[in-house]
């Protein structure tokens, strides 16, 4: 039997989950790519972002404190978390990452999109190759 405060808990991530699939589709748009799932290729981005929150070894900006909320990180940084408001720190400004990150290749032109793990939104750039490979794109310039 769950206790109380582990149905709680349950409660919270699931209103977190929920509330990342809304932010998710306020995120629709033409240069938007849409991937509500993991265990594709971003795998291994969501396994060391998941790794780092179990070891505690991530940058997790301050406003996120210990119930679960939405939270965000990228491809380019999957070991930074931080809070809507603190989005602008996941900027790709490092011109070294600016690269499909399924096939680490500079192919222009690159897509962003973003993906939902759990209460996690990660954002992605993926190559129009890559993003026909996985089904990322379906058809140029439409959300799969
Ligand atoms: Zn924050
Ligand atoms: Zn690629």
């Given at each position: 039997?769950?206790?109380p405060?582990?149905?709680a808990?349950?409660d919270q991530f ?8 809304m932010?998710?589709?306020d995120?629709d748009?033409?240069?938007?790519h ?13 396994t060391?972002m998941?790794?780092a929150v179990?070891?505690k070894?991530?940058r997790?900006c ?13 491809v380019?940084?999957?070991?930074t978390?931080?809070?809507?408001t ?5 900027a ?19 897509n ?6 759990g ?6 750039l993926?190559?129009d190759?890559?993003g ?6 379906t058809?140029?310039?439409v959300?799969?």
């Amino acid at each position: 039997m769950p206790t109380p405060d582990q149905i709680a808990l349950a409660d919270q991530f699931a209103a977190a989950e929920a509330e990342a699939d809304m932010r998710l589709a306020d995120f629709d748009g033409e240069e938007t790519h849409l991937l509500p799932l993991s265990g594709t290729w971003l795998y291994e981005y969501v396994t060391a972002m998941e790794q780092a929150v179990r070891e505690k070894t991530g940058r997790v900006c301050a406003h996120l404190g210990r119930s679960p909320a939405v939270m965000y990180t990228a491809v380019w940084m999957p070991t930074t978390l931080v809070c809507l408001t603190c989005t602008p720190v996941l900027a790709l400004s490092d011109p070294q990452r600016i690269h499909c990150y399924r096939c680490d290749k500079r192919k222009w032109p690159l897509n962003e999109g973003i993906a939902r793990a759990g209460n996690v939104l990660m954002s992605f750039l993926i190559c129009d190759p890559c993003g026909h490979i996985t089904g990322v794109i379906t058809q140029k310039g439409v959300p799969a």
